[in-house]
Nanobody, 124 residues
Framework: QVQLVESGGGLVQTGGSLRLSCAVS????????MGWFRQAPGKGREFVAAIRRSVDNTYYSDSVKGRFTISRDNAKNTVYLQMDSLKPEDTAVYYC?????????????????WGQGTQVTVSS
């Protein structure tokens, strides 16, 4: 069974930084795409970032581009989301996901396993 365990969420001040971690078991992530999504209260789940099988293939939503960085440590079977220059509008529950590699990395339906979510709150 594939399991994803997220950590690193919390309360951060505007302009601060936070790194989310997603440890995966039951699947070797180097062979799959990994993605981060987020959901704010009253809103739908939106794409944040993704990394495909090649570490050079990373993608970001326009709202986080230049501030967030997704990376992968194959030895630890863990994916990370480095979040810098945080803004109050980044406040949401963040979800880690894994799925078969696809050009449509921004669509949640292309991921078959999800983490439980971790709360990120950015205060002004």
């Amino acid at each position: 069974q594939v399991q994803l365990v997220e950590s690193g969420g919390g309360l951060v001040q505007t302009g601060g930084s936070l790194r989310l971690s997603c440890a995966v078991s039951g699947r070797t992530i180097s062979s799959y795409a990994m993605g981060w999504f987020r959901q704010a209260p009253g809103k739908g789940r939106e794409f944040v970032a993704a990394i495909r099988r090649s570490v050079d293939n990373t993608y970001y939503s326009d709202s986080v581009k230049g501030r967030f960085t997704i990376s992968r440590d194959n030895a630890k079977n863990t994916v990370y989301l480095q979040m810098d220059s945080l803004k109050p509008e980044d406040t949401a529950v963040y979800y880690c996901a894994t799925g078969y590699d696809s050009a449509a990395y921004y669509r949640a339906r292309n991921y078959d396993y999800w983490g439980q979510g971790t709360q990120v709150t950015v205060s002004s």
